[in-house]
């Protein structure tokens, strides 16, 4: 049933009329954002009020032919509502309504229980901007939109022509009185279930008659300006930028907000529609190409995707320039609209950037990194990388070093010696004074387990601990660390170094609980029933794979997983006579040089690759073959020969090819060519399985035909709504970097699940970084340095000791192997897409991004705004006149 008084209403603060042609309808926004809270009774009174007027309950009583009694009551329920505004005016309580943006929908909004209770009031603000915007675009010039951005303070401190209305402090110093609320646009979304991570809760300063508002009708709480400051502060520090309303006049605002591209509907005016001009700041971002390294903070923190990384590098061909249409003197339709801004933001142009921070699974700044080590900013660099990974002094000896096989100065003189590097700044996390430990950015009272100390669980524990959540990580073994612990050697990975990695989780609060098997000691509905929120699935692929030959059951043959998991819990005695390794990987060469540590006489190892094509990485290889280690390459086994239930040899036949013609596993062999060799111990290492147990009884979580758990892509969240995964129990096998890189995006499902209102996808950053085409640079004339390199360790004398014999370089070749990186990547900057907040700023290390005042708008009296916005659209409907035979000249042109 329609409330006729309220849709009146609803007409009266659209400054419309019923039966005129832009008049108000039940189903449209303006009426169903009053229609749950406001009754006929209560329009009947507000129709009495004025603009921007303040009345008195006295002048409105008489107006509405109510008593005072009356009429007070329904002004305040209409000013509880939201659907009019009471401030002290004169020593009296005034009411007066306003606009609707920024203004009544907002308000509505932030009723704290009206907003859950009825969702439509988020909806109904979603749809007013959705219904007004495209009428906007183009039509408002620089500086009048009702909402503009102001750029963070400090963005701007370095130019001199800025002036006090720039400046966010002017505005805080203007006042006495503050509040702080919830952030209305999150609140819409969140009623939605759209929100995008951001969350609402204390995001919005109101400031003077605001402010009285917001905290006498319970909207916000009190606060001093001190810490109206610290609330700007940590907006800041946690990546957001800040609007405010711009309908007060020159210098005159009521609130600051502090936004997100993905969330805040009036930046969806430029990220959606284009419409920059209606709410950038006079400031737009300039990028010294020179200082910038392409560590991508300021491409991932910009509100409006204005910033991309590209090539800094000549090119061989130009890269042609793809000119665009801008709603200045374009017909902005419909199809022009980016409708999925919140799930299509781009990290680079289409041409690609540094190959480094492609390749690198977690997208580290690699760049970035090495920069600051250069400068000799080695508690800075430790920080950059550990914004990616949590584990760099792990990863500084394990690492498959991806970055340098994509390094473009492998087309030089070889790679840039990355690994070397990080490992050198990794060393601060040895030492408690220097390791780096960040700082928790709130305090959210939710449990979340995690199941497995691996890799993939410990850095969804950091990541989650970081965003405040209170993380409790089972492992079912009594040590931390998972396959790092269990399944490396300590000739490469020394326990010290894990453990000093892992103590910064429990210096962040992360508590530990070991020797407990979900599945079997407690159950993931008993974990529930202690209140924990969301699970974490990051078991790994913890057992060895068997072959199913013949005798594989026989004693002394055992999975190379296995072995190496009693070795590293020193629960192995030690091994005699002939050992043979079946397999080619990077296990297998762990196991093998293994059991040379542990009193094998000798030690073979049998794959089918050839040695070019053995999955172990070349340096590994190397190393096995400096220990003494026999390869032989391109043989099978058939049969494990046994002599009273006892192994005594391994037969094998010669293998001709791994790979049928479609790529495709399915060896061939030459039967005729056998060999039949003597062993005392057989260990096979040719992949691992993951083991469940008990953990997924009863849940929906399903698992593919390779015990690898079932699930999305991008959000990590499997069949069970509140678990996820990562890991080797996602993926199979791979490497620790593959994990830790899915151990932080799991973190980020996982804050949006259990927060109301969330979605899993929208806002989230799609890290598709890509490389440039390196058959396009030109490389000529750079110098040709040599790489900097530790001195060798002597097989001889590594095989004898479990303890890492690898150097650390030195200060001195730090300083010379970084002046080697050629700085590929630079970031990208797009001036008509920056609204100029300066968010970006804030990021970068490397004083490379500045803003400069472009413009010198202001905002117009309220009562000038309608006139200047016409006399602007007329302008601009010139231009697009004059605009559209040019274009269809040049398309012409252009097709023929």
Same mark, same amino acid.
């Given at each position: 049933?329609?409330?006729?008084?309220?849709?009146?209403?609803?007409?009266?603060?659209?400054?419309?009329?019923?039966?005129?042609?832009?008049?108000?309808?039940?189903?449209?926004?303006?009426?169903?954002?009053?229609?749950?809270?406001?009754?006929?009774?209560?329009?009947?009174?507000?129709?009495?009020?004025?603009?921007?007027?303040?009345?008195?309950?006295?002048?409105?009583?008489?107006?509405?032919?109510?008593?005072?009694?009356?009429?007070?009551?329904?002004?305040?329920?209409?000013?509880?509502?939201?659907?009019?505004?009471?401030?002290?005016?004169?020593?009296?309580?005034?009411?007066?309504?306003?606009?609707?943006?920024?203004?009544?929908?907002?308000?509505?909004?932030?009723?704290?229980?009206?907003?859950?209770?009825? @969702?439509?009031?988020?909806?109904?603000?979603?749809?007013?901007?959705?219904?007004?915007?495209? &009428?906007?675009?183009?039509?408002?010039?620089?500086?009048?939109?009702?909402?503009?951005?102001?750029?963070?303070?400090?963005?701007?401190?370095?130019? !001199?022509?800025?002036?006090?209305?720039?400046?966010?402090?002017?505005?805080?110093?203007?006042?006495?009185?503050? =509040?702080?609320?919830?952030?209305?646009?999150?609140?819409?979304?969140?009623?939605?279930?759209?929100?995008?991570?951001? #969350?609402?809760?204390?995001?919005?300063?109101?400031?003077?008659?605001?402010?009285?508002?917001?905290?006498?009708?319970?909207?916000?709480?009190?606060?001093?300006?001190?810490?109206?400051?610290?609330?700007?502060?940590?907006?800041?520090?946690?990546?957001?930028?800040?609007?405010?309303?711009?309908?007060?006049?020159?210098?005159?605002? /009521?609130?600051?907000?502090?936004?997100?591209?993905?969330?805040?509907?009036?930046?969806?005016?430029?990220?959606?529609?284009?419409?920059?001009?209606?709410?950038?700041?006079?400031?737009?971002?300039?990028?010294?190409?020179?200082?910038?390294?392409?560590?991508?903070?300021?491409?991932?923190?910009?509100?409006?995707?204005?910033?991309?990384?590209?090539?800094?590098?000549?090119?061989?061909?130009?890269?042609?320039?793809?000119?665009?249409?801008?709603?200045?003197?374009?017909?902005?339709?419909?199809?022009?609209?980016?409708?999925?801004?919140?799930?299509?933001?781009?990290?680079?142009?289409?041409?690609?950037?540094?190959?480094?921070?492609?390749?690198? @699974?977690?997208?580290?700044?690699?760049?970035?990194?090495?920069?600051?080590?250069?400068?000799?900013?080695?508690?800075?660099?430790?920080?950059?990388?550990?914004?990616?990974?949590?584990?760099?002094?792990?990863?500084?000896?394990?690492? @498959?070093?991806?970055?340098?096989?994509?390094?473009?100065?492998?087309?030089?003189?070889?790679?840039?010696?990355?690994?070397?590097?990080?490992?050198?700044?990794?060393?601060?996390?040895?030492?408690?004074?220097?390791?780096?430990?960040?700082?928790?950015?709130?305090?959210?009272?939710?449990?979340?387990?995690?199941?497995?100390?691996?890799?993939?669980?410990?850095?969804?524990?950091?990541?989650?601990?970081?965003?405040?959540?209170?993380?409790?990580?089972?492992?079912?073994?009594?040590?931390?660390?998972?396959? &790092?612990?269990?399944?490396?050697? !300590?000739?490469?990975?020394?326990?010290?170094?894990?453990?000093?990695?892992?103590?910064?989780?429990?210096?962040?609060?992360?508590?530990?609980?070991?020797?407990?098997?979900?599945?079997?000691?407690?159950?993931?509905?008993?974990?529930?029933?202690?209140?924990?929120?969301?699970?974490?699935?990051?078991?790994?692929?913890?057992?060895?794979?068997?072959?199913?030959?013949?005798?594989?059951?026989?004693?002394?043959?055992?999975?190379?997983?296995?072995?190496?998991?009693?070795?590293?819990?020193?629960?192995?005695?030690?091994?005699?006579?002939?050992?043979?390794?079946?397999?080619?990987?990077?296990?297998?060469?762990?196991?093998?040089?293994?059991?040379?540590?542990?009193?094998?006489?000798?030690?073979?190892?049998?794959?089918?690759?050839?040695?070019?094509?053995?999955?172990?990485?070349?340096?590994?290889?190397?190393?096995?073959?400096?220990?003494?280690?026999?390869?032989?390459?391109?043989?099978?086994?058939?049969?494990?020969?046994?002599?009273?239930?006892?192994?005594?040899?391994?037969?094998?036949?010669?293998?001709?090819?791994? &790979?049928?013609?479609?790529?495709?596993?399915?060896?061939?062999?030459?039967?005729?060519?056998?060999?039949?060799?003597?062993?005392?111990?057989?260990?096979?290492?040719?992949?691992?399985?993951?083991?469940?147990?008990?953990?997924?009884?009863?849940?929906?979580?399903?698992?593919?035909?390779?015990?690898?758990?079932?699930?999305?892509?991008?959000?990590?969240?499997?069949?069970?709504?509140?678990?996820?995964?990562?890991?080797?129990?996602?993926?199979?096998?791979?490497?620790?970097?593959?994990?830790?890189?899915?151990?932080?995006?799991?973190?980020?499902?996982? /804050?949006?699940?259990?927060?109301?209102?969330? =979605?899993?996808?929208?806002?989230? #950053?799609?890290?598709?970084?890509?490389?440039?085409?390196?058959?396009?640079?030109?490389?000529?004339?750079?110098?040709?340095? @040599?790489?900097?390199?530790?001195?060798?360790?002597?097989?001889?004398? =590594?095989?004898?000791?479990?303890?890492?014999?690898?150097?650390?370089?030195?200060?001195?070749?730090?300083?010379?192997? !970084?002046?080697?990186?050629?700085?590929?990547?630079?970031?990208?900057?797009?001036?008509?897409?920056?609204?100029?907040?300066?968010?970006?700023?804030?990021?970068?290390?490397?004083?490379?991004? =500045?803003?400069?005042?472009?413009?010198?708008?202001?905002?117009?009296?309220?009562?000038?705004?309608?006139?200047?916005?016409?006399? /602007?659209?007329?302008?601009?409907?010139?231009?697009?006149?004059?605009?559209?035979?040019?274009?269809?000249?040049?398309?012409?042109?252009?097709?023929?």
């Amino acid at each position: 049933m329609i409330k006729e008084k309220v849709l009146d209403l609803a007409n009266m603060i659209s400054k419309t009329k019923r039966g005129a042609k832009d008049q108000i309808m039940p189903e449209h926004p303006e009426y169903l954002v009053l229609e749950p809270v406001v009754t006929d009774e209560m329009a009947e009174v507000a129709l009495c009020l004025k603009f921007r007027e303040g009345m008195t309950v006295e002048e409105v009583a008489p107006l509405c032919g109510k008593s005072p009694e009356k009429t007070k009551e329904l002004l305040w329920e209409l000013a509880m509502a939201g659907a009019t505004v009471v401030g002290e005016q004169e020593g009296v309580d005034k009411f007066w309504y306003e606009i609707w943006v920024p203004g009544h929908m907002e308000m509505v909004v932030n009723h704290k229980e009206n907003a859950i209770k009825y @969702p439509q009031l988020g909806k109904a603000f979603d749809d007013y901007g959705r219904k007004r915007a495209p &009428l906007a675009v183009g039509n408002f010039p620089v500086g009048t939109g009702p909402m503009r951005t102001i750029p963070i303070e400090s963005s701007i401190s370095g130019e !001199s022509r800025r002036v006090s209305n720039d400046e966010i402090s002017k505005y805080l110093n203007d006042n006495d009185r503050f =509040s702080v609320s919830d952030c209305s646009c999150r609140t819409a979304r969140e009623a939605q279930n759209e929100g995008c991570g951001h #969350l609402k809760e204390d995001m919005c300063i109101q400031l003077g008659n605001a402010a009285e508002y917001y905290i006498r009708t319970g909207r916000g709480r009190e606060i001093d300006r001190a810490e109206a400051f610290e609330i700007i502060q940590k907006a800041e520090d946690n990546g957001l930028m800040h609007n405010m309303p711009n309908v007060d006049g020159p210098g005159h605002t /009521h609130a600051i907000c502090n936004c997100c591209g993905c969330g805040c509907l009036a930046l969806r005016n430029a990220n959606m529609w284009s419409n920059h001009d209606f709410v950038r700041s006079n400031f737009t971002v300039k990028i010294d190409e020179e200082k910038c390294v392409a560590c991508g903070e300021c491409v991932e923190v910009c509100p409006t995707n204005a910033l991309k990384l590209g090539q800094k590098l000549c090119t061989n061909t130009p890269i042609p320039k793809v000119k665009r249409d801008l709603p200045y003197n374009t017909e902005w339709t419909e199809d022009r609209w980016n409708t999925e801004y919140r799930t299509n933001r781009e990290v680079v142009v289409d041409t690609g950037s540094a190959p480094c921070k492609s390749g690198c @699974p977690a997208h580290i700044g690699v760049q970035g990194y090495i920069k600051l080590a250069s400068q000799g900013k080695y508690a800075e660099a430790l920080q950059l990388i550990k914004l990616e990974n949590p584990f760099p002094a792990v990863c500084g000896r394990i690492c @498959p070093k991806f970055c340098e096989d994509d390094c473009t100065r492998c087309d030089i003189d070889g790679a840039v010696a990355v690994d070397d590097i990080k490992k050198f700044i990794a060393q601060q996390d040895m030492n408690a004074e220097t390791r780096y430990v960040p700082t928790i950015k709130n305090d959210y009272d939710m449990k979340i387990a995690v199941i497995g100390a691996g890799p993939a669980g410990l850095s969804c524990a950091y990541y989650l601990a970081i965003q405040g959540y209170k993380v409790t990580v089972f492992e079912k073994q009594k040590t931390l660390g998972g396959m &790092l612990t269990l399944g490396i050697p !300590s000739y490469r990975l020394e326990k010290e170094v894990i453990n000093a990695e892992i103590d910064v989780l429990k210096e962040m609060g992360i508590t530990f609980t070991t020797g407990i098997e979900i599945g079997n000691d407690l159950s993931l509905s008993d974990l529930r029933t202690q209140g924990y929120k969301a699970f974490y699935m990051a078991i790994g692929a913890q057992a060895g794979r068997a072959i199913g030959l013949e005798g594989e059951d026989a004693l002394g043959v055992v999975t190379g997983v296995e072995f190496l998991r009693k070795v590293n819990l020193g629960e192995h005695s030690q091994l005699e006579g002939n050992v043979i390794v079946i397999g080619g990987g990077n296990v297998a060469i762990d196991v093998a040089r293994t059991a040379t540590r542990v009193g094998a006489a000798q030690v073979d190892m049998y794959c089918l690759e050839a040695r070019d094509k053995m999955p172990a990485h070349v340096e590994e290889v190397e190393e096995a073959l400096d220990e003494d280690i026999n390869i032989n390459n391109a043989w099978g086994p058939t049969r494990i020969i046994v002599e009273h239930d006892r192994v005594v040899g391994v037969e094998f036949r010669k293998c001709i090819s791994v &790979l049928d013609e479609n790529g495709r596993f399915n060896p061939t062999y030459d039967e005729k060519n056998t060999r039949i060799v003597a062993a005392d111990h057989v260990l096979i290492s040719v992949g691992q399985v993951i083991d469940w147990g008990n953990i997924l009884t009863n849940s929906s979580a399903e698992l593919n035909p390779n015990q690898t758990i079932q699930a999305d892509a991008d959000t990590y969240q499997t069949g069970e709504a509140d678990i996820f995964t990562g890991g080797d129990a996602l993926t199979g096998p791979r490497f620790a970097i593959d994990a830790i890189a899915q151990g932080k995006e799991g973190s980020i499902s996982i /804050h949006r699940f259990v927060q109301r209102g969330q =979605s899993l996808v929208l806002g989230r #950053l799609k890290r598709d970084y890509r490389a440039f085409d390196k058959a396009n640079v030109n490389l000529t004339g750079f110098d040709t340095a @040599p790489r900097q390199r530790t001195v060798h360790v002597d097989g001889k004398k =590594s095989k004898t000791t479990f303890k890492d014999l690898r150097e650390t370089f030195t200060d001195e070749q730090v300083k010379k192997e !970084s002046e080697r990186c050629l700085g590929c990547g630079v970031v990208i900057a797009d001036e008509y897409m920056c609204i100029g907040c300066g968010a970006c700023t804030t990021k970068c290390k490397f004083d490379a991004i =500045s803003l400069s005042r472009t413009y010198d708008a202001n905002a117009v009296e309220f009562k000038d705004l309608r006139s200047t916005v016409i006399k /602007h659209a007329l302008k601009r409907k010139v231009r697009v006149a004059v605009n559209k035979p040019i274009k269809k000249i040049k398309a012409i042109f252009e097709t023929s």
